[in-house]
């Protein structure tokens, strides 16, 4: 296969690609040698934060723009590496005079500012572990986070704070310190002004030299298929965000990088905050949230490079149609990605068309605290698949049996994607919830509770969660092949697909569909869409029903909840319901 010309490395330089031979590079790889990148400290220690910021003070990277931050209005303001250094520093002197000692939990509840990243990293410098809370968590998911976690202290806004916490905080045992950060105007009773309080603070820090497998992150899942679980990651972790920003998002130092995740998720902070600094690039932090006008706006101004967005953003942005797109300049873009959810084949030709890029898929979840499969810029691309795994890292597909699991051989079988542990930011744990970690392994692998399957090449195509997959007469239907045909036909905007319980079948497939502006639900556009999945899927694999509904309930990053879409069809007991976009703020 020849490479589709789908770079266009036109930043003002010729970039060439940091991973040009795939196979090269697996062969060649060790998680040594992706640690000598970094700089370490002395005796075996590191810190992520200390990689991220530190080891750039001395070098041109220092003063080159580490955040370009996008304020709700005005004018951008850019911080440097050493500016951002220096912030990070006030915050960790701040924490060490409060007492607080490494090992114990910093939560941050904030929106995109300035003070989020500087915090976050003043946290990992400290020793502490970092938390984020995504800032539109209304207050029952933030107070069931705080207890399981119990952290120390938590740094948040006056606005979010006055919101959501000033009615029980203050009495949660654990919690001895809220931390006020963005303008403060008044800081309420129990709390402390900590912009204020950091300009007293010195900007010289000693970052603490950690062992590798000392806690530096508390990740909640999205909770997509249930109560969120708390996944632990370490320190060490950092050899594997750096070197998958290099290898699967290809950032060399000159980009100009967005990536729209939250730092409230795992994304926006091993790809949104530490992945990027590692490496030495500028990022682009915008405080608003989509606006497909904006999100053009800024691709187009900031001169975006590459771009790390995920399914949902794209299914909006293809909503509103290709002539918006058209009407910027995107032509500084050169790297488009993807990941969160299946990234439908027709968003994939949608980049190809509207944008001149189609976009390079990647999976990983909360727990392998990195990307662990990906379509590189040296690799042909097929549209679906999720591209194969990163150098030093190995993928496989298993089938259970009564012994264990099984290695799957055969292309067309579908089975559990597994991963050969370790690797760096593997998870050490889901907090208070140690059997549910232990069976989450069998042997050297990790099971993944996502099925996938694997092609002659070597690529990997997810079919769905283990628990969205249906079994209908016979046939294990993953919900993303429908899915992905009923985002062909040009009305559909979003598309949920679950199984229903049936006598004969035993399930049957049904579908729900979000239209485009411009198209009204009827009889005959239904007919039309389950005619269309006849076709292409047969009538054993298409969907019986097809629902009309404004908009599919998904997590606030932005995934489809099968779950809810089943519990409600069903009649059955909602669930969590604490990362539902749209819940109760
Ligand atoms: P929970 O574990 O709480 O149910 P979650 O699994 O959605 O929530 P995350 O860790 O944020 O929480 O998401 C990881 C999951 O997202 C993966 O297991 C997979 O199901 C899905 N996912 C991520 N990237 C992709 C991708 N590129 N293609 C398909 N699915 C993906
Ligand atoms: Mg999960």
């Given at each position: 296969?020849?490479?589709p010309p789908d770079q266009k490395r036109d930043t003002g330089k010729?970039l060439?690609p940091n991973l040009?031979?795939?196979?090269?590079?697996?062969?060649?790889?060790?998680?040594?040698?992706?640690?000598?990148?970094?700089?370490?400290?002395?005796?075996?220690?590191?810190?992520?934060?200390?990689?991220?910021?530190?080891?750039?003070?001395?070098?041109?990277?220092?003063?080159?723009t580490a955040i370009r931050f996008l304020?709700?209005?005005?004018?951008p303001?850019?911080?440097?590496?050493?500016?951002?250094?220096?912030?990070?520093?006030?915050?960790?002197?701040?924490?060490?005079?409060?007492?607080?000692?490494?090992?114990?939990?910093?939560?941050?509840?904030?929106?995109r500012?300035?003070?989020?990243?500087?915090?976050?990293?003043?946290?990992?410098?400290?020793?502490?572990?970092?938390?984020?809370?995504?800032?539109?968590?209304?207050?029952?998911?933030?107070?069931?986070?705080?207890?399981?976690?119990?952290?120390?202290?938590?740094?948040?806004?006056?606005?979010?704070?006055?919101?959501?916490?000033?009615?029980?905080?203050?009495?949660?045992?654990?919690?001895?310190?809220?931390?006020?950060?963005?303008?403060?105007?008044?800081?309420?009773?129990?709390?402390?002004?900590?912009?204020?309080?950091?300009?007293?603070?010195?900007?010289?820090?000693?970052?603490?030299?950690?062992?590798?497998?000392?806690?530096?992150?508390?990740?909640?899942?999205?909770?997509?298929?249930?109560?969120?679980?708390?996944?632990?990651?370490?320190?060490?972790?950092?050899?594997?965000h750096?070197?998958t920003g290099k290898h699967a998002l290809d950032l060399p130092p000159e980009d100009i990088y967005w990536c729209t995740a939250d730092p409230?998720w795992v994304t926006g902070t091993s790809y949104g905050i530490i992945s990027p600094l590692t490496n030495g690039t500028t990022m682009v932090v915008d405080e608003e949230e989509f606006d497909a006008e904006r999100w053009y706006r800024i691709l187009q101004d900031q001169r975006v490079t590459v771009w790390y967005t995920a399914p949902t953003a794209i299914r909006m942005l293809m909503k509103y149609?290709p002539?918006l797109a058209r009407q910027h300049d995107l032509s500084r873009l050169r790297f488009l990605s993807s990941v969160g959810e299946p990234l439908n084949?027709e968003s994939v030709h949608w980049g190809r068309h509207t944008l001149g890029l189609p976009f390079h898929d990647n999976w990983w979840?909360?727990?392998?605290?990195g990307i662990?499969?990906a379509n590189f810029t040296s690799m042909?691309i097929?549209p679906?698949?999720m591209g194969?795994?990163?150098?030093?890292?190995?993928?496989?597909?298993?089938?259970?049996?009564?012994?264990?699991?099984?290695?799957?051989?055969?292309?067309?079988?579908?089975?559990?994607?597994?991963?050969?542990?370790?690797?760096?930011?593997?998870?050490?744990?889901?907090?208070?919830?140690?059997?549910?970690?232990?069976?989450?392994?069998?042997?050297?692998?990790?099971?993944?509770?996502?099925?996938?399957?694997?092609?002659?090449?070597?690529?990997?195509?997810?079919?769905?969660?283990?628990?969205?997959?249906?079994?209908?007469?016979?046939?294990?239907?993953?919900?993303?092949?429908?899915?992905?045909?009923?985002?062909?036909?040009?009305?559909?905007?979003?598309?949920?697909?679950?199984?229903?319980?049936?006598?004969?079948?035993?399930?049957?497939?049904?579908?729900?569909?979000?239209?485009?502006?411009?198209?009204?639900?009827?009889?005959?556009?239904?007919?039309?869409?389950?005619?269309?999945?006849?076709?292409?899927?047969?009538?054993?694999?298409?969907?019986?029903?097809?629902?009309?509904?404004?908009?599919?309930?998904?997590?606030?990053s932005g995934?489809?909840?099968?779950?809810?879409?089943?519990?409600?069809?069903?009649?059955?007991?909602?669930?969590?319901?604490?990362?539902?976009?749209?819940?109760?703020?």
């Open positions: 296969m020849t490479p010729t060439a040009p031979d795939y196979e090269r590079a697996r062969a060649a790889f060790s998680w040594q040698q992706a640690r000598e990148e970094l700089a370490g400290m002395p005796d075996g220690k590191l810190n992520i934060a200390y990689e991220a910021l530190d080891r750039h003070l001395d070098t041109p990277t220092a003063d080159r304020p709700r209005e005005g004018p303001v850019d911080i440097s590496y050493r500016e951002l250094a220096e912030r990070s520093n006030r915050f960790a002197n701040l924490l060490q005079e409060l007492g607080l000692q490494p090992g114990d939990g910093v939560y941050c509840l904030a929106h500012i300035p003070d989020l990243y500087a915090a976050a990293l003043g946290t990992l410098k400290h020793g502490c572990v970092f938390t984020p809370l995504f800032s539109a968590f209304g207050p029952e998911p933030i107070r069931s986070r705080v207890e399981i976690g119990e952290p120390v202290a938590i740094v948040t806004t006056e606005r979010l704070y006055r919101r959501k916490l000033a009615e029980w905080i203050l009495e949660t045992p654990s919690v001895r310190h809220v931390l006020l950060i963005g303008d403060v105007a008044d800081a309420p009773d129990g709390t402390l002004d900590a912009d204020q309080a950091m300009t007293r603070q010195s900007a010289d820090y000693a970052t603490r030299p950690m062992n590798p497998e000392d806690r530096a992150l508390l990740h909640f899942t999205s909770g997509t298929t249930g109560k969120p679980k708390g996944a632990i990651h370490v320190h060490e972790a950092v050899v594997a750096h070197i409230g149609g002539e084949p979840q909360t727990e392998t605290g662990m499969i042909p097929k679906g698949s194969r795994p990163v150098p030093g890292v190995e993928a496989a597909v298993v089938r259970h049996t009564n012994e264990g699991i099984e290695l799957i051989n055969d292309p067309a079988e579908t089975g559990e994607l597994v991963l050969k542990t370790p690797w760096p930011s593997m998870f050490r744990g889901y907090l208070h919830e140690d059997e549910r970690y232990r069976k989450c392994f069998i042997g050297d692998w990790y099971l993944t509770g996502d099925l996938a399957r694997c092609d002659e090449d070597g690529y990997l195509w997810f079919i769905g969660r283990a628990d969205d997959v249906i079994k209908s007469s016979g046939h294990l239907i993953g919900p993303f092949e429908v899915e992905s045909v009923l985002m062909e036909h040009p009305s559909v905007a979003e598309a949920g697909v679950i199984g229903i319980p049936d006598e004969v079948a035993g399930e049957t497939v049904k579908a729900f569909v979000s239209l485009k502006p411009g198209f009204e639900p009827g009889e005959n556009l239904m007919k039309e869409i389950l005619g269309l999945a006849r076709k292409r899927l047969g009538p054993a694999v298409a969907p019986r029903q097809v629902e009309f509904r404004d908009r599919l309930p998904s997590t606030r995934k489809i909840m099968r779950r809810l879409l089943r519990a409600r069809e069903l009649g059955l007991p909602e669930g969590d319901t604490s990362t539902l976009e749209g819940g109760k703020e």
